[in-house]
């Protein structure tokens, strides 16, 4: 999960990829955004980070969920829907100003962000380029394991047993996830474009879902970016 606090007068608060609703979550939404937390809007980047939603939107009713269209199905069983929605025909470019403007994203978020969605990869992806930190926001697209930091207050072994040791090589320059990319795209030519617009921007900085926080000046992210994805 991240959270990102917009830089408007509301103080507006975004939660990419949500966990459960529970303590862990409510500390660390104090912790940015005070003890009355203004959470505007809830991103479910793709089909497998989105089972906590329904905590949050209970928390938060205000709070209106970004996902793609292949979701809608599967969270209406939950009383839920998606507010904001991306279609496969919004796939595989980079969405910024005017055009993510018209398929519904408010303009503080226009403001702040890009936005990326993969409908070719399996999962069906969608990556927020944070502006203002030069930060790219991602679940399922890009692995780096081992999750040292996210184990690092609890007993757990974050290197686990059998499945979790073989995840554990997927890297961010990792051979093994250079030998999976090209198995999770549909279409490898339409992910590898989305990549190449991708690495026109300044990124310093991919937290993604699984694994460590991946920090490089941009010259050297778009570099390595550029090796993984050559594999597509």
């Given at each position: 999960?991240?959270?990102?606090?917009?830089?408007?007068?509301?103080?507006?608060?975004?939660?990419?990829?949500?966990?459960?609703?529970?303590?862990?979550?409510?500390?660390?939404?104090?912790?940015?955004?005070?003890d009355t937390p203004n959470v505007k809007y809830l991103v479910a980047p793709d089909f497998e980070h989105h089972m906590a939603l329904k905590g949050w939107k209970e928390a938060f009713p205000q709070a209106l969920i970004i996902g793609p269209e292949e979701l809608r199905a599967k969270k209406k069983k939950?009383?839920?829907?998606?507010?904001?929605?991306?279609?496969?025909?919004?796939?595989?470019?980079?969405?910024?100003?005017?055009?993510?403007?018209?398929?519904?994203?408010?303009?503080?978020?226009?403001?702040?962000?890009?936005?990326?969605?993969?409908?070719?990869?399996?999962?069906?992806?969608?990556?927020?380029?944070?502006?203002?930190?030069?930060?790219?926001?991602?679940?399922?697209?890009?692995?780096?394991?081992?999750?040292?930091?996210?184990?690092?207050?609890?007993?757990?072994?974050?290197?686990?047993?059998?499945?979790?040791?073989?995840?554990?090589?997927?890297?961010?320059?990792?051979?093994?996830?250079?030998?999976?990319?090209?198995?999770?795209?549909?279409?490898?030519?339409?992910?590898?474009?989305?990549?190449?617009?991708?690495?026109?921007?300044?990124?310093?900085?991919?937290?993604?879902?699984?694994?460590?926080?991946?920090?490089?000046?941009?010259?050297?992210?778009?570099?390595?970016?550029?090796?993984?994805?050559?594999?597509?």
């Open positions: 999960m991240t959270l990102i606090k917009l830089q408007t007068e509301d103080e507006g608060v975004v939660v990419f990829a949500p966990t459960p609703y529970g303590k862990e979550s409510q500390s660390a939404l104090k912790l940015l955004a005070g939950e009383g839920l829907d998606i507010d904001i929605v991306l279609r496969p025909q919004d796939g595989h470019k980079l969405l910024q100003g005017k055009t993510l403007a018209a398929i519904g994203f408010p303009e503080e978020l226009v403001a702040e962000f890009d936005v990326m969605y993969l409908p070719s990869h399996q999962n069906k992806e969608i990556l927020m380029y944070h502006k203002p930190s030069e930060t790219l926001m991602e679940a399922d697209a890009i692995f780096n394991t081992p999750s040292y930091e996210q184990y690092k207050d609890c007993s757990t072994n974050p290197r686990g047993f059998i499945f979790p040791n073989i995840m554990n090589k997927m890297g961010f320059e990792g051979c093994l996830q250079r030998t999976m990319l090209p198995k999770i795209y549909k279409d490898k030519s339409a992910a590898r474009e989305a990549f190449k617009q991708l690495m026109e921007l300044d990124i310093q900085r991919i937290i993604p879902c699984h694994g460590e926080l991946i920090e490089f000046p941009p010259t050297e992210m778009r570099a390595k970016l550029a090796k993984l994805v050559s594999k597509l």
